[in-house]
């Protein structure tokens, strides 16, 4: 239904390498350079910060600050893009504008990774790729986009209205979760899972599927059909599984590692 539009892709890949090898004078070369503009799908992923420090395996180097209540972004990550690179610099000052808005939807929950050094890298890994689009064209415009994506859908408020709610006793079947989002994505997302030492199905994150004009879509089953590869990277956790209950735990600001092994959580 999409393979059509390679073509198109392609033609922009051409333009958009030029573009780079432009952008990138310094160090002019005959060879077009890796770094291409060929993408044609990019993940939305938010993680949510009540499991998210389960999946980091050590205690005490998570750190989740009060302020943070709610589903945090990960990242914005355009896929199959090859390589992103380091050849674009970015400055702390160039996102002054919208910094308490950052801190608060895409904080760093790594105590010793400063809210800076994690944005920086999600540019470089990620956005670097996704700038030769014009809406986020800048690191200011692709933070400025991934806030904007992340506000669009607010599934605190989703989830909770429709009882979806955090505990240490209640679980969840795939199906209660899924009906809530489906309204919201239709099948355009993933839910992803750690497991905790107990065995049990953290939720951790929520991976939403978009195209490149920033609309739903590009679901994996839908690639599938022109690209032959697997979309699972560099993030923590396995698809949740279908036949398991899912545990939507609560955020434990003093023991984030372990949400739900303090006595005062287990009365909740
Ligand atoms: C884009 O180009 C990179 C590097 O050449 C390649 O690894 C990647 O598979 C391409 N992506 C698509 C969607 O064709
Ligand atoms: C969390 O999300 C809810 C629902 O969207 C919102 O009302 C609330 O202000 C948010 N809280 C924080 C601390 O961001
Ligand atoms: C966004 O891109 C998809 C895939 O190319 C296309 O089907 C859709 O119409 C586009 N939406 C908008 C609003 O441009
Ligand atoms: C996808 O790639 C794998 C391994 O290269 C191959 O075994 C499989 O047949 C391919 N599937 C399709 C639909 O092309
Ligand atoms: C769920 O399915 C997977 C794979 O089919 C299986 O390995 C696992 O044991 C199943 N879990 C339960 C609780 O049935």
Not at 35 to 61: A, D, E, R, V
Not at 167 to 176: A, G, L, N
Not at 187 to 192: A, C, E, H, K, P
Not at 249 to 264: A, K, T
């Amino acid at each position: 239904m999409i393979c059509y539009k390679g073509i198109l892709w392609a033609f922009m890949a051409v333009l958009f390498t030029g573009w780079f090898v432009t952008y990138d004078a310094g160090q002019f070369s005959e060879k077009p350079s890796k770094h291409s503009c060929n993408w044609t799908c990019m993940l939305l992923t938010l993680q949510w910060p009540g499991s998210f420090c389960i999946s980091l395996n050590k205690p005490n180097i998570c750190k989740i600050p009060q302020t943070v209540q709610n589903w945090t972004i990960h990242g914005l990550w355009p896929q199959r893009t090859g390589h992103c690179c380091d050849c674009w610099p970015i400055f702390h000052s160039h996102l002054q504008d919208i910094e308490p808005e950052l801190s608060q939807l895409w904080p760093s929950l790594v105590k010793a990774k400063s809210y800076f050094i994690f944005w920086k890298e999600e540019w470089i890994k990620h956005g670097t790729c996704a700038g030769c689009e014009e809406t986020m064209g800048s690191p200011f415009h692709y933070f400025q986009t991934a806030i904007k994506l992340r506000k669009l859908y607010d599934i605190d408020s989703v989830l909770k209205t429709s009882g979806i709610t955090t505990s240490c006793d209640v679980s969840y079947k795939y199906d209660d979760i899924s009906s809530v989002l489906e309204p919201l994505f239709g099948r355009n997302y993933d839910l992803q899972c750690v497991t905790d030492d107990k065995g049990r199905q953290a939720w951790v994150q929520l991976k939403i599927n978009l195209f490149r004009n920033q609309t739903l879509g590009c679901h994996k089953q839908e690639q599938k059909q022109c690209f032959n590869t697997t979309v699972w990277l560099q993030s923590p956790g396995h698809p949740c599984p279908k036949n398991e209950s899912i545990f939507y735990f609560p955020i434990n600001y003093e023991q984030p590692h372990e949400p739900c092994n303090s006595s005062h959580f287990r009365k909740a």
